[in-house]
């Protein structure tokens, strides 16, 4: 069964640092998402992605974060100067339409740890 | 703006049990409305999901409907197993698709044999 896989499972960097958060999306899918959890609260939506650019960010989504799809298979989150709140857990979701029968596919979660 | 609010939890029950976890939202408009469950080690997965008020999404034996006069969602299965154990998240869209879910905080659910 297709699935949306992410890398790495989990992620230590230290305050400052640049990190990037992976994902490979089901392959027919158009649509690609990132989200957050930190610790004890709700997942919160980060941005969206279609036509290789962004289709919608929440207010999270600061000059510190971006995304891009770099060769076609990866999705991609980087974050420019890490600080101690991004700690978090990071989904990536993907999707084949943006209606309302369509099921949004997320993967396991990378979890960010920045000390 | 829209939020979920979801039963702290862990919920812990005994196999066979009866189980509700409970959901509210705000949203403006008419929502989306959906239950999703990750596993240990997996990734969240849609669980069920109701689109207008009345309806009543079910999948694995869990049901839910969509309550507009108390803005509720509550999630109900009437026999657990231990494999139903995992984290299940409450979400809402409020555009009719899935580019913005908001999510509650999910509910961790332990089933014991």
């Known amino acids: 069964e297709p699935e949306v896989t992410q890398t790495p499972s989990h992620q230590v960097t230290q305050m400052g640092q640049e990190v990037i958060l992976r994902c490979v999306p089901i392959s027919n899918h158009l649509y690609f998402y990132w989200y957050r959890q930190i610790l004890g609260q709700k997942v919160e939506f980060l941005v969206s992605?279609?036509?290789?650019?962004?289709?919608?960010k929440s207010e999270i989504f600061d000059d510190q974060f971006s995304v891009e799809r770099p060769d076609g298979s990866n999705f991609t989150l980087k974050i420019r100067s890490t600080k101690l709140e991004d700690s978090a857990m990071y989904f990536c979701?993907?999707?084949?339409?943006?209606?309302?029968?369509?099921?949004?596919?997320f993967g396991q979660g990378t979890r960010l740890t920045v000390v | 703006g829209d939020s979920v609010t979801q039963m702290e939890g862990p919920v812990t029950l005994s196999e066979e049990a009866f189980l509700t976890i409970n959901c509210t939202y705000t949203a403006t408009g008419y929502p989306s409305l959906f239950w999703y469950v990750q596993y240990p080690g997996e990734g969240l997965q849609l669980l069920l999901k109701?689109?207008?008020?009345?309806d009543k999404g079910s999948n694995k034996g869990f049901e839910a409907t969509y309550r507009k006069e108390t803005t509720s969602f509550h999630l109900e299965k009437g026999s657990v197993q231990v494999s139903d154990s995992a984290v299940y998240f409450c979400?809402?869209?409020?555009?009719?698709?899935?580019?913005?879910?908001?999510f509650g905080k999910g509910t961790m659910l332990l089933v014991s044999p």
């Open positions: 979400a809402l869209s409020d555009r009719g698709g899935y580019s913005t879910l908001t």
């Open positions: 109701a689109t207008k008020a009345d």
């Open positions: 992605f279609y036509n290789n650019e962004i289709s919608e």
């Open positions: 979701a993907s999707s084949e339409d943006r209606g309302l029968n369509t099921e949004a596919f």
